[in-house]
T-cell receptor, first 112, second 111 residues
Framework: DAGVIQSPRHEVTEMGQEVTLRCKPI?????LFWYRQTMMRGLELLIY????????DSGMPEDRFSAKMPNASFSTLKIQPSEPRDSAVYFCASSIDRREAFFGQGTRLTVV | KQEVTQIPAALSVPEGENLVLNCSFTDSAIYNLQWFRQDPGKGLTSLLL?????REQTSGRLNASLDKSSGRSTLYIAASQPGDSATYLC??????????FGSGTRLSIRP
């Protein structure tokens, strides 16, 4: 398996634009997590899914953030409208049955 | 609410020394604990996973221990090398099925 795949690796966008980050979990994994990493706040859990169902989105910072998992092999994290303070590295991770979690390489988002 | 703390925040030691990184968590009801390594500008690489029923795991020069009752884990690195320089993160898979991270220990090994 190629591991957790995130796209794009880098995204630069202007304030106010919509940004969509994508994640393909490891095949067979039933849990998917979205994280945001900044120097100030470290790794923050934004939302996680179990069997494609959002379980806890209490970490989503604002209504501008939304996440979906339409099927077991794909998830998106959308920011609309984006703001400069959203600049961070966004990671996706997957696991199966509360075992070892594997992370993607991340998407570095810069909002100017 | 589960909280994970890592001490120290940064550590610098000369090559060849053995060292210990610490991780503590507030709620002992966990499924597992995982140690990761992160190099600058890179993703997270899993080093060791300790299930809640286990006391320790070993991989090469790395040994991780878990004491659930006291809410503590340690990562022991033997015979440190410059290539071990990175940030080490501890993560707890909580009973709420969330994976919560500590803030990490930035390790520097001096040649």
């Amino acid at each position: 398996d190629a591991g957790v795949i995130q796209s794009p690796r880098h995204e630069v966008t202007e304030m106010g634009q919509e940004v969509t980050l994508r994640c393909k979990p490891i095949s067979g994994h039933n849990s998917l997590f979205w994280y945001r990493q900044t120097m100030m706040r470290g790794l923050e859990l934004l939302i996680y899914f179990n069997n494609n169902v959002p379980i806890d989105d209490s970490g989503m910072p604002e209504d501008r953030f939304s996440a979906k998992m339409p099927n077991a092999s794909f998830s998106t994290l959308k920011i609309q409208p984006s703001e400069p303070r959203d600049s961070a590295v966004y990671f996706c991770a997957s696991s199966i049955d509360r075992r070892e979690a594997f992370f993607g390489q991340g998407t570095r988002l810069t909002v100017v | 609410k589960q909280e994970v703390t890592q001490i120290p925040a940064a550590l610098s030691v000369p090559e060849g020394e053995n060292l210990v990184l610490n991780c503590s968590f507030t709620d002992s009801a966990i499924y597992n604990l995982q140690w990761f390594r992160q190099d600058p500008g890179k993703g997270l690489t899993s080093l060791l996973l300790i299930q809640s029923s286990q006391r320790e795991q070993t991989s090469g020069r790395l040994n991780a221990s878990l004491d659930k009752s006291s809410g503590r884990s340690t990562l022991y690195i033997a015979a440190s090398q410059p290539g071990d320089s990175a940030t080490y993160l501890c993560a707890v898979y909580s009973s709420a099925s969330k994976i919560i991270f500590g803030s990490g220990t930035r390790l520097s090994i001096r040649p």
